[in-house]
């Protein structure tokens, strides 16, 4: 069973940082990207924040381009998310998503987190 474990949210005011992980556990052949997605309204669509892929390239949403840091711990299999002066508008559920080739020569999957909330006050 492949899970992805986050951590990290918090309430935090305008202008802080978190910092949030996200393992994956389970037995898995590769992870070909990773990334973190939010919700921040409920019943809304989840948003792209960053993606990053195995070999280090990243992705980001242009309203957090210069402000959140995405990174990978390939033998880890975890991925973080450094946010950095943080508004009241990224306040939201954050999601991890991988896309995950459980054995040699089979498609990858998408996998997502249970979500961790980030709010941010003004």
């Known amino acids: 069973q492949v899970q992805l474990v986050e951590s990290g949210g918090n309430l935090v005011q305008a202008g802080g940082s978190l910092r949030l992980s996200c393992a994956v556990s389970g037995s898995i052949f590769s992870i070909n990207a990773m990334g973190w997605y939010r919700r921040q309204t409920p019943g809304k669509q989840r948003e792209l924040v960053a993606?990053?892929?195995?070999?280090?390239?990243?992705t980001y949403a242009d309203s957090v381009k210069g402000r959140f840091t995405i990174s990978n711990d390939n033998a880890k299999n975890t991925v973080y998310l450094q946010m950095n002066s943080l508004k009241p508008e990224d306040t939201a559920v954050y999601y991890c998503?991988?896309?995950?080739?459980?054995?040699?020569?089979?498609?990858?999957?998408?996998?997502w987190g249970q979500g961790t909330q980030v709010t941010v006050s003004s």
């Open positions: 993606s990053i892929t195995s070999g280090g390239s990243t």
């Open positions: 998503n991988a896309a995950i080739e459980r054995r040699r020569y089979l498609s990858a999957q998408n996998y």
